[in-house]
């Protein structure tokens, strides 16, 4: 009537990162096989490339290593599901990174963001370790994977939402005329 508890399959290992359950005590987060997931959420995902797979798109690495604030606003656009244009992000990112030479920590926060969008893992490094000591092959990696995942970011959010045939969310309602002489 009652399972054993040897024939029940083995909890996956808890990290130690408390996490209260509202039931008598506290759950841990546990390791999946492809990242850290909350019980009963699918694993996180990898990224489709590596950090260092600079060479699997030149054009894009050398736009970067020379002007790295295109490659940035192109990216912030998309996750920005076109909220902030890709000229606005890439002149504050040009301003942040004159006035202080802190643009790493700007940029790590959209990393974050995607990761989150996307479900990815924080790997190789947390975000900000990854900007902050490889801030062109971190836009790089980050270009890539919204490449892979269908979009063009040489267009734009608006733009890849009416060739993938879907209306942006972001897309203010059509008004009608008011009185007219």
Same mark, same amino acid.
């Given at each position: ?25 506290? #759950? ?15 694993? /996180? ?48 990112? #040009?301003?942040?990174? /004159?006035? #202080? ?37 971190? /836009? ?26 879907? #209306? ?14």
């Amino acid at each position: 009537m009652y399972s054993k508890q040897e024939d029940a399959a083995p909890a996956p290992p808890a990290t130690g990162i408390p996490m209260n359950s509202g039931v008598g005590g506290n #759950t841990y987060y546990h390791a999946g096989t492809t990242g850290f997931a909350l019980p009963g959420q699918a694993p /996180l995902a990898a990224w489709s490339t590596g950090l260092c797979n600079c060479f699997d798109d030149c054009g894009n690495c050398c736009v970067t290593c020379l002007c790295p604030c295109i490659t940035f606003g192109q990216i912030a656009e998309i996750i920005d599901r076109g909220s902030t244009s890709c000229g606005a992000s890439g002149a504050l990112y #040009t301003l942040i990174m /004159l006035l #202080t030479g802190c643009q790493c920590i700007y940029s790590c926060f959209y990393r974050a963001k995607m990761r989150a969008q996307y479900g990815l893992q924080e790997s190789p490094c947390a975000d900000c370790c990854v900007h902050w000591c490889c801030e062109p092959c971190a /836009l790089c990696q980050e270009y890539r994977e919204l490449k892979k995942r269908g979009f063009d970011l040489k267009l734009g959010w608006h733009a890849n939402m009416e060739r993938q045939g879907r #209306t942006p969310a972001t897309m203010p309602p059509l008004m009608h005329p008011g009185m007219t002489r």
